[in-house]
């Protein structure tokens, strides 16, 4: 199976992290994991990325503010997964440049979902008929 590209996940709590990777490998991303959002933009700014996962509660910025940082150096999606699952929280993400929203929890099959609407797997190339 080819590579899907690269994915950053931005998540401070080890365990989501953790399933977040398995999910997004398992997708067919090369996944790489930061915990806070001073590594996160780190990592985005050194690497072509076709996906974000970002998490709000990172333990030195809010994540609001890391996607907009986020904005100034990559155009891939940015999906927020977070346990701020109000209306007003969900808006304030997609303001702040989110491409989508992921309340927690979130069943697997619901983020893979997501992944698969913001990066659509490559249809392959028919090779030419034989008979």
Known sequence: MTSRGRCLVIEDDEDIA???EV????????????????????????VELKLITLGLGLPDMDGREVAGLLRDVTKAPILMITAFAATGDELDGF????????????RPAQLRDLVDQLCPREARLAGPATS
């Open 23 to 46: 999910i997004l490998t398992t997708a067919g991303f090369d996944v790489r994991v930061e915990a806070t959002g001073t590594e996160g933009l780190l990592a985005a700014a050194s």
């Open 95 to 106: 303001s702040a440049g989110a491409s989508a929203y992921l309340p927690k929890p979130f």
């Open 18 to 20: 953790g399933l977040i």
